[in-house]
């Protein structure tokens, strides 16, 4: 009885324990019938993103990283995950100063400086945390080796960045004063003083103050790099131009000149200044359009712009010309009813019996930013519309401003096809070889080029004929001949440079380059043709006294126009080349500088040539008295024909192409000089009886047999060698 109530006493205390035990208190896990205490913070995420978790007997709590702050209903610096408070990142930057030309950057829980665009820091690395002393310097980016603004620009470097910008007397490509390299924009020169000299045209002109005032100071403007706003500038303009045409009833010719001269100067300097690809604008006296492209490479295609009744289109290449300026501009610009009081103006026009001439479209003005518009590759097209729909006969002309001040002419302007509705016209311009004697722009007249080409690519053959004449046969070499053949050596090479280069004028340093070989040789054919005035005085008169020595005859010949060359030069550089030719400047009369020596040159042979005629009237007289009268007459003549070809007294004619008005000059000027090689070959050499004789020899060695050839080579040399000093010591005194 004893043991059963152990026993049970037993069981009952195990029941008791197991009981007590069952239930841990909060903060406590059973373990192997222990309650022990629980680790919370292995349960993830129990204080949430950006807090740290500690364990406590029991219990723990929770605190937010570095830099975060506990937000929340309640917020604490410890708190457990029944508190429902979020760590809350701490914006650093708010009250952290990285000092000047830094920026804070806030990061989560923390934060790093670091230097503003175009700034590098002191130290080694690129981001540090305020107070350490760091200071962000500022990047020379005009230092960097690989940093190319272009030519004819300069790096600026400022505070933190740099830009370009065109040096003096350029304008960029881009239509802004400051621009990034590597974008492609360039910097053009820009053309002051020839605009500054249109300009100065129109300024003792009271009618004209305002838009010569608007002229200057866009003028004044691109010299110093300044970009106006283009359209606003362009809307200034056709109001000026409004008050101009307000009574057009009263325009002139002169007064209509100066119209059109004034449009295509400020639509020039308009185009750069525009923002926009394409622009429009109309008043009640004009409408006008404008294109300009700016690309890295200049624009292909064709263009089209049009007014009210108008198209003008073209290639773009026509446009931009043969230099890229890093823009291409065009613009069109018409009339309205200036038609009627300029439909009295067509003078020059060659006229049917009875008829008359009236303008039956608008009157437009169209200008590219190509200044070399004499030589268009692609002629420029213009399509009228009609203001009186008629099947009648059109005709397109253009205005002429130096035509009686002013006046239309279908100068290189040709009708394509024309309707009752429109009329379609093509424009173009050519070269001439008269230009080297004109004493103004003589134009483009294609009978003239043509005349030209044909006259010099003659000559060049021929005086090469004549080279190898004078210098391969020994029989007739003599101080006369040796002035011919440099004579006929200055002209070859003056006349292939002309040939070859007279209108490439896409780079200015080769054209004046031209232009400079041009005048040289020139000026020593000139030279050598007054040294063989000098040498027929010496022979006709002082008969005896005819050697020259060598030494002086290359002084005069080649030392002389190598002065004149060289004072030219160095006195006026930029006279060299012109926008349509590589010749001298006419503008401000440098032309002088060859015009002058020639005229000189011309008298002194006028006056040898008249005393050798002179000399041969008495010796054909006297050593002749029983010539009859005829063939007296036929030798003088030709003999003296002969003088006046080969002492170049031909140009002459060139002294008279004073204006427009001398286009006959300009013919006969242009037949003469542009074949004068073909006339030393026929006067010195065809109709030379011993030169004559020597091409006889030579074709008969090719053609006899080899056998026959020496032998007749060998007897020729013999004879030739005795002629030959019998001929200096006695010969050449005679003609």
Not at 140 to 166: F, I, L, P
Not at 378 to 388: A, G
């Amino acid at each position: 009885m004893r043991r059963t109530y152990l026993l049970t006493l037993g069981l009952l205390f195990v029941l008791i324990e197991d009981i007590i035990m069952q239930d841990c208190s909060i903060g406590y896990k059973k373990q192997k019938g222990k309650c022990i205490d629980e680790d919370e913070c292995e349960q993830k995420l129990i204080c949430g993103g950006n807090a740290s978790c500690f364990n406590t007997v029991g219990s723990y709590y929770c605190q937010c990283h570095k830099g975060f702050i506990p937000e929340g209903t309640k917020p604490t610096v410890n708190f457990t995950q029944a508190d429902g408070i979020q760590c809350k990142d701490i914006n650093e930057c708010v009250e952290t100063d990285c000092g000047s030309n830094a920026t804070c950057v806030n990061t989560g829980g923390g934060y790093y400086c670091t230097c503003e665009s175009g700034f590098i820091s002191s130290s080694v690395n690129n981001t540090f945390l305020a107070g350490l002393g760091v200071q962000c310097d500022d990047i020379n980016e005009c230092g960097d080796e690989n940093m190319d603004c272009g030519s004819n620009a300069t790096c600026v470097n400022t505070k933190g960045d740099y830009h370009c910008t065109c040096e003096s007397g350029f304008i960029s490509s881009s239509g802004n004063k400051t621009f990034l390299a590597g974008l492609g924009v360039k910097c053009v020169e820009f053309n002051y003083e020839t605009f500054k000299k249109k300009i100065a045209a129109f300024e003792d002109n009271p009618e004209l103050a305002e838009l010569v005032f608007l002229m200057n100071s866009s003028c004044e403007a691109l010299k110093q790099n300044k970009f106006q706003d283009g359209g606003k500038l362009l809307e200034k303009f056709l109001s000026a131009l409004d008050g101009l045409l307000h009574n057009n009833d009263q325009l002139d010719n002169k007064k209509a000149s100066w119209v059109f001269n004034i449009v295509e100067i400020m639509l020039k300097l308009i185009g750069p200044m525009l923002s926009r690809n394409q622009t429009k604008r109309s008043t009640t006296r004009s409408d006008v359009e404008l294109l300009v492209e700016r690309d890295r490479i200049p624009p292909g295609g064709h263009f089209m712009v049009s007014t009210n009744g108008t198209r003008f289109t073209s290639h773009w290449k026509t446009a931009t010309g043969k230099e890229d300026m890093g823009f291409t501009t065009v613009a069109l610009l018409s009339y309205t009813g200036l038609e009627e009081s300029l439909s009295r103006y067509f003078n020059h026009l060659e006229t049917q019996e009875k008829q008359t001439f009236k303008i039956n479209s608008e009157i437009v003005t169209a200008t590219v930013s190509n200044e070399d518009t004499a030589n268009l590759e692609k002629p420029v097209n213009f399509t009228f519309s009609h203001l009186k729909k008629e099947n009648m006969n059109h005709i397109c002309v253009f205005w002429d401003h130096d035509l009686d001040g002013g006046t239309w002419s279908t100068r290189n302007c040709s009708t394509v096809r024309s309707t009752a509705d429109e009329t379609l016209c093509s424009c173009s311009h050519l070269s001439s070889f008269a230009v080297l004697m004109a004493l103004y722009d003589i134009g483009d007249v294609y009978e003239l080029r043509l005349i030209s080409w044909v006259g010099l690519s003659l000559s060049l053959v021929c005086l090469l004929i004549c080279i190898i004449t004078f210098y391969a046969v020994r029989s007739i070499q003599s101080t006369r001949n040796t002035i011919h053949m440099h004579l006929c050596i200055s002209l070859f090479i003056a006349y292939f440079v002309f040939l070859v280069g007279i209108t490439r004028t896409e780079n200015k340093v080769g054209c004046s380059v031209v232009a400079g070989v041009l005048h040289y040789f020139f000026l020593a054919s000139f030279c050598w043709m007054c040294l063989e005035g000098v040498q027929l005085f010496r022979m006709v008169v002082l008969v005896f006294n005819t050697t020259l020595r060598h030494v002086y005859m290359f002084a005069a010949g080649y030392g002389v126009p190598a002065l004149i060359v060289a004072i030219s030069a160095s006195v006026n550089a930029s006279g060299y080349g012109t926008p349509n030719y590589c010749w001298l400047n006419f503008d401000d009369g440098f032309i002088w500088s060859f015009y002058g020596p020639v005229c000189i040159i011309i008298v002194v042979n006028v006056f040898f040539f008249l005393i050798t005629i002179w000399k041969l009237a008495e010796k054909f007289s006297s050593l002749n008295p029983d010539l009859d009268n005829l063939r007296k007459i036929k030798a003088f003549t030709v003999t003296a024909i002969a003088q006046l070809c080969v002492l170049g007294i031909m140009w002459v004619f060139g002294c008279f192409q004073f204006d427009s008005n001398s286009l006959a000059m300009s013919y006969i000027f242009t037949i003469l000089g542009s074949l004068q090689g073909v006339l030393m070959f026929i006067m010195h050499c065809w109709l030379a009886k011993q030169v004559r004789d020597e091409y006889a020899k030579f074709l008969s060695c090719i053609c006899a047999p080899q056998k026959r050839k020496y032998s007749e080579f060998s007897s020729n040399q013999t004879s030739k060698s005795q002629a030959s000093k019998s001929v200096q010591h006695t010969g050449e005194s005679q003609i």
